[in-house]
């Protein structure tokens, strides 16, 4: 991070709302926005475009070092088989090495950014003066995702879409490279009885704070 930009890291479990979080905070403060999760479903579909194997760590790792962080698709790369492929090149130390020195690059433009992912506050931007971890309870994500799934007119199962959620927290807390854990000085933000204007409103009191801190 340099001197002229402000990092706001923030991490957690999938469906916890730190996306809509995140992009909240990066229009209130006129910061840049990166989902960092996004990239790794970047890398995972040009491999599935290209035809290429999803188990070359090296073929992986070049792909990766080329994907423009710019302008990621959210709906696009939100297709379940790109979700599927990225989860097993996200595993690749060489590919995690580098889209974090992608994302690091990211996080040093003016005059602030927000990166949201499951490794910000720990391993992409150590050094950010906030950090926040946005969680909620496993059923609380798993009703939000069903929720959001069939406002869009699909069909889902609730049952099974829990059991995903617990799958992903599994693998995502158990993984030997960046695991999912809140950094030691972060703030939690528990969103599970929050709504997301109040889940707004405690973060921006610290960033704010910070803020004001850095001035």
Request: with cysteine.
């Amino acid at each position: 991070m340099t001197t002229k930009t402000f990092t706001i890291a923030i991490d957690g479990p999938a469906a916890a709302g730190k996306g809509t979080l995140s992009r909240r905070i990066a229009e209130q403060y006129g910061f840049h926005h990166l989902d960092t999760g996004l990239t790794y479903r970047a890398t995972a579909k040009a491999l599935l475009e290209a035809g290429l194997p999803l188990d070359d760590e090296a073929v992986a790792e070049k792909i990766a070092r080329e994907v423009e962080l710019g302008g990621l698709d959210r709906d696009m790369l939100s297709q379940h088989e790109i979700g599927e492929a990225a989860s097993k090149i996200a595993v690749m130390p060489a590919v995690r090495r580098a889209l974090v020195e992608a994302q690091r690059r990211f996080s040093e433009k003016a005059p602030g950014t927000v990166l949201d992912g499951r490794d910000i506050g720990t391993v992409v931007c150590p050094d950010a003066p906030v950090k926040l971890y946005v969680t909620a309870s496993p059923e609380v994500r798993a009703r939000r995702r069903y929720d959001e799934i069939v406002s869009r007119g699909a069909t889902a199962d609730l049952d099974a879409i829990f059991e995903d959620v617990k799958r992903r927290d599994e693998r995502d807390m158990g993984r030997a490279d960046s695991p999912l854990k809140p950094a030691v000085d972060a703030h939690l933000l528990d969103t599970s009885e929050m709504s997301i204007e109040a889940a707004f409103q405690a973060a921006q009191s610290i960033i704010d704070a910070v803020l004001s801190r850095n001035a």
